[in-house]
């Protein structure tokens, strides 16, 4: 079992930026891919971006450029770095987790949310 405590969202200026972390608690179980999802208002949950646990990244095209996503393997946390905020990035944004067990069985953890407001 893997618990995921998600901080850093809050209110900004269109332009502003914000920091989002995600730290897993400890575990015996593999971390793999870390995904950030976000879901606005009467929409669907989206990806991102997620970061592999080799570092590779991908991102959603309506971030690329603005967002960046890392990891520090020691401390077991996630970051989305968010720039050049814009009212279209206001969402819940949520963390999600690939731990793989050492019989290679896959579990997949979601955190509570962090909400992300972005004024125009």
Same mark, same amino acid.
């Given at each position: 079992?893997?618990?995921?405590?998600?901080?850093? @969202?809050?209110?900004?200026? &269109?332009? /502003?930026?914000? +920091?989002?972390?995600? *730290? $897993?608690?400890?575990?015996?179980? =593999?971390?793999?891919?870390? @995904?950030?999802?976000?879901? &606005?208002? /009467?929409?669907? +949950?989206?990806?991102? *971006? $997620?970061?592999?646990?080799?570092? =590779?990244?991908?991102?959603?095209?309506?971030?690329?450029?603005?967002?960046?996503?890392? +990891?520090?393997?020691?401390?077991?946390?996630?970051?989305?770095?968010?720039?050049?905020?814009?009212?279209?990035?206001?969402?819940?944004?949520?963390?999600?987790?690939?731990?793989?067990?050492?019989?290679?069985?896959r579990y997949y953890y979601?955190?509570?949310?962090?909400?992300?407001?972005?004024?125009?």
């Open positions: 079992q893997v618990q995921l405590v998600e901080s850093g @969202g809050g209110l900004v200026h &269109a332009g /502003g930026s914000l +920091r989002l972390s995600c *730290a $897993a608690s400890e575990t015996t179980l =593999s971390i793999r891919t870390v @995904g950030w999802y976000r879901q &606005a208002p /009467g929409k669907q +949950r989206e990806l991102v *971006a $997620a970061i592999t646990s080799g570092g =590779s990244t991908d991102y959603a095209d309506s971030v690329k450029g603005r967002f960046t996503i890392s +990891r520090d393997n020691a401390k077991n946390t996630v970051y989305l770095e968010m720039n050049s905020l814009k009212p279209e990035d206001t969402a819940d944004y949520y963390c999600n987790l690939e731990a793989v067990t050492d019989d290679y069985e979601w955190g509570q949310g962090t909400q992300v407001t972005v004024s125009s």
